[in-house]
């Protein structure tokens, strides 16, 4: 196919911004005579001049745009063509993300509600079609490379409840509790009282029928309300896959809860994607995706610790588990697109399409990292010696941290 | 005894500092009627009037000049005074550490050189006396609660090599040797190639003859030589005990220098002492002890890191083997202590006492954190799956996190 001047020179420009990822890209419908791609390299194809100059004026919006639009197409593993962008250090991706600051959407107690409204109440059935049975939609954690999703988000839901060393009669309070799976595990498996909180209300009512269901209702509460309306008193405090949802200027109020609720006795966990650079959300996920989102360097979530004297216990980055995860949740998805696009539309459905493989290759490129942070009160009496606990392999959850918990302090207070 | 107003003025002034610690102070010799401490509260006793003002003006630094000096004695437990007394929240001990901001010792290049001769220099021999065979000077990890000294620092040299998942054939720099024990380990066990920095004239000679009699001269070289000058190219980079001595306005220098040698593949681990929050390190440790020394809070570290796109992938607290650590390092001190009098002196002795016993309690208390850091460049390409390979008890070092080892990213570079 033959191009004129406008559409070389923007052909140009957007193979220099991929550099030195040697993309090709196609403008117009697939010829007769256009060949696969010999090479093994990705396609990109576009719709028309105007599509094709959408994406060169932005691309971090524009190509999700074009491509839940069907305007923008990808032949080969849009993963892996993903994923090669997001290597180049500094790279269009990266600028692209960073130039365009959009919207800032608001995290205040009312733009919350929307926010996390527009993600988490698409439908419980839609989320149903792809996670795991237990709806665990954070980053699992596998026990060896080819456990199942399923495994893997058990082994994750009872891998925080070791490293927070939770013990029967002991109560939790949870920050963003998805539908439930961690509150009821922490209960079932460790025998402690939860308190668990969600602005979703469709993830609320579904966990609190399942807690009603599994005869638990007695031990975890489902309250439909904000983390900052948390009170009381807790030995532990436990957030798996939430703080992205604070946003970067509430961080100091975030902290403050956790500090109002657990005191200097208590600990606490924070499970949640971060960066290795601070740096906005990419655009067009915030756009689209997770309005309000933020996913923070480690030294932000240090410096939100830091003045209320937390001591920092485990940090460990599970990247390479959220990109395993996200590649079983996109090979769901795959296998039931066609219902979702029936349920939905094409567009949406080409939009998670390209969001969890887009989420696929950050991870397993390092532009996304998954961070397990535990921290302790400064007068938190009862510590574990060593991490050996979380490794040791009895088969029955909540029985191994006990005996190894060792009275760091036999001390004053 | 009757005291006249200054004196009872003075008491109070002490007992408000160091509350709701209920401490008994005394003044003059133990008179033959004063009888010991029932309530087992330690009993701080003053040469005169003198000594009890010179705590008052300036408890931070006048406690530790006072002890050495023979003018203040403690009757009971000395570790446990002190933890009580850091234990106290925004206490007189941390207030007086803040407030007294004391020299700032330079950590230029003839600064640092300085200022480790100060410590490191005293002689080998001093150090012999009370360290472990090894003469492994940094805090060491207690496979057990009661594992002697000897095992703890063996496991600790192990820890950090598989923690840098080190393999046969790999190049590691070493910035802050010692005496040269891990290096030396590295070698033996892990079959890599060491280049190991110090500007101790005093360990490297040490090291540099320990090497030669174990015949591993041919793979690790001891240079002695500033962490500035550092160059060349290596698979791993390893620091233990030393970036306490890289003073705060060192951070951004010290992370370039890492960078520079392990680049985008490679990848390092920091073990250093910290603090919940940044604040500088005692006056009287800055003036008596370590000359120039700081303890960063985790942020701080986080930040060093950050403007080189590190992922940070595992953050250990190991306070509790550090005041285990020098607990036993006080124990050894105190049978050898009448040699160190007759070596030394008196002043010298009670001050390194103190030394060893305010650290002690400053682990137990939280006032000080032992951090090990894992982290590794944005290009690395071999990580492992997870930390199982840590606690894998094979016996044989080394051996253990081959197969475990894995590729994240078959990818495209």
Redo the contacts between chains.
């Keep these: 196919m033959q191009y004129g001047w406008l559409d070389r020179s923007l052909l140009a420009a957007i193979r220099k911004m991929a550099a030195p990822?040697p993309i090709r890209v196609e403008i117009g419908p697939r010829s007769p005579e256009s060949q696969p791609s010999r090479d093994a390299l990705p396609l990109v194809r576009l719709k028309d001049t105007r599509a094709l100059f959408a994406l060169v004026r932005n691309p971090g919006i524009n190509f999700g745009e074009l491509y839940s639009r069907r305007e923008l197409e990808v032949e080969g593993d849009l993963v892996?063509l993903l994923?090669?962008l997001y290597?180049v250090?500094q790279g269009a991706v990266a600028r692209m993300a960073s130039r365009w600051s959009g919207w800032l959407q608001s995290n205040s107690l009312r733009g919350s509600r929307k926010n996390i409204h527009h993600h988490y109440d698409i439908s419980n059935d839609f989320y149903k079609m792809w996670l795991d049975s237990q709806l665990v939609y954070t980053c699992a954690?596998?026990?060896?490379?080819n456990a199942s999703l399923e495994e893997a988000q058990r082994a994750k839901l009872d891998l925080v409840c070791r490293k927070l060393g939770l013990r029967p009669g002991e109560t939790v309070v949870e920050a963003g509790c998805g539908w439930g799976a961690l509150a009821l595990h922490m209960a079932k498996h460790y025998g402690v009282r939860v308190k668990a909180f969600n602005i979703s209300h469709e993830q609320i009512t579904f966990a609190r029928e399942r807690a009603q269901r599994e005869g638990l209702s007695s031990q975890v509460e489902f309250i439909e309300d904000d983390y900052r309306n948390i009170s009381g008193s807790f030995d532990a405090f436990m957030s798996v896959g939430m703080l992205e949802h604070v946003g970067r200027s509430h961080y100091r109020e975030f902290a403050r809860v956790i500090r109002r609720v657990i005191g200097?006795r208590g600990r606490g966990l924070l499970h949640f994607i971060g960066k290795?650079?601070?740096a906005p959300l990419s655009a067009w996920i915030r756009k689209r995706i997770f309005p309000g989102g933020y996913t923070p360097?480690?030294?932000e979530v240090?410096?939100m610790l830091?003045?209320h004297?937390?001591?920092?216990?485990?940090?460990?980055?599970l990247?390479?588990?959220y990109?395993k995860t996200c590649e079983h949740w996109l090979d769901r998805f795959e296998r039931c697109y066609d219902q979702v696009v029936d349920r939905f539309d094409t567009t949406f459905a080409r939009m998670w399409r390209l969001y969890l493989a887009g989420s696929a290759a950050a991870f397993?490129?390092?532009t996304l990292?998954l961070?397990q942070v535990v921290f302790a009160g400064?007068?938190c009496q009862s510590?574990p010696?060593?991490?050996?606990h979380?490794?040791q392999k009895s088969g029955e959850p909540g029985k191994q941290n006990i005996e190894q918990d060792?009275e760091?302090?036999p001390?004053?207070?």
């Design positions: 990822v892996r994923e090669s290597r250090p954690y596998f026990p060896s490379e200097e290795n650079r601070a360097a480690l030294r240090m410096a830091e003045p004297n937390f001591s920092v216990l485990d940090v460990e980055n990247r390479a588990h990109a397993r490129a390092g990292q961070f400064r007068a510590l010696w060593n991490r050996e979380l490794y060792v760091w302090t001390a004053m207070s």
